[in-house]
């Protein structure tokens, strides 16, 4: 069992609508991420949070917005997405800095029609 | 900006062989090096992680090792196994970025029976 818990696992929304994808983790991490990953790539970083604050945002699309509400969650709003934005969305945390491994959620697939 | 390449970019092997994947990165202003498997629509697993003053790291039948200065890593993978199919992605954590991990492009391994 992966030790990141990601919610919901499967998602298929229009394009019109808002969801919201959750991240949760509980072993005391400062640093939480998320990465989008399409078919047969590497997974692309989008944000990074560092001891709750923004730290790195990849210049992802406004229709992205993330929330860290607390150390142990992690918050993807979603809004207006395109077809293109269709891919598995994973979430990760670390101990705080690039020195600690990251350890990663099993992500949540996203289809937008 | 950092570029982690991995080859070769697919690789089909009969059971029981030894083999090993590659992994360079052309910045070695590094913090460390990570090894994960990806299965097919799920999360990454993290297998090794190599701190940038280590040489190598070995976990079971796997044994990473990280030449900074020539921007190399490999993944030894000994007695293969059918269970060890898989997609291998290393990552690198940049010293002057921080949070930043940077993704190889991944290595997909099958293992026939």
């Known amino acids: 069992d992966t030790e990141v818990t990601q919610t919901p696992k499967h998602l298929v929304m229009g394009m019109t609508n808002k969801k919201s994808l959750k991240c949760e983790q509980h072993?005391?991490?400062?640093?939480m991420y998320w990465y989008k990953q399409k078919a047969k790539k590497p997974p692309e970083l989008m944000f990074v949070?560092?001891?709750?604050?923004?730290?790195i945002n990849e210049s992802v699309p406004s229709r992205f917005s993330p929330e860290c509400p607390n150390s142990s969650l992690l918050n993807l709003h979603l809004h207006a997405l395109q077809p293109e934005d269709s891919a598995l969305y994973l979430c990760?945390?670390?101990?705080?800095?690039?020195?600690?491994?990251?350890?990663f959620g099993d992500g949540t697939r996203l289809s937008i029609l | 900006k950092q570029e982690v390449t991995q080859i070769p970019a697919a690789l089909s092997v009969p059971e029981g062989e030894n083999l090993v994947l590659n992994c360079s990165f052309t910045?070695?202003?590094?913090?460390?090096l990570q090894w994960f498997r990806q299965d097919p629509g799920k999360g990454l697993t993290s297998l090794l992680l190599?701190?940038?003053?280590?040489r190598e790291q070995t976990s079971g039948r796997l044994n990473a090792s990280l030449d900074k200065s020539s921007g190399r890593s490999t993944l030894y993978i000994a007695a293969s196994q059918p269970g060890d199919s898989a997609t291998y992605l290393c990552?690198?954590?940049?010293?002057?970025?921080?949070?930043?991990?940077?993704f190889g492009t991944g290595t997909s391994l099958t293992v026939i029976p």
């Open positions: 990760a945390s670390s101990q705080g800095t690039g020195l600690q491994p990251q350890h």
């Open positions: 072993m005391g991490h400062r640093a």
């Open positions: 949070y560092s001891y709750e604050k923004l730290s």
């Open positions: 910045d070695s202003a590094i913090y460390n």
């Open positions: 190599i701190q940038s003053s280590q």
């Open positions: 990552a690198v954590s940049q010293r002057n970025t921080g949070n930043q991990f940077y």
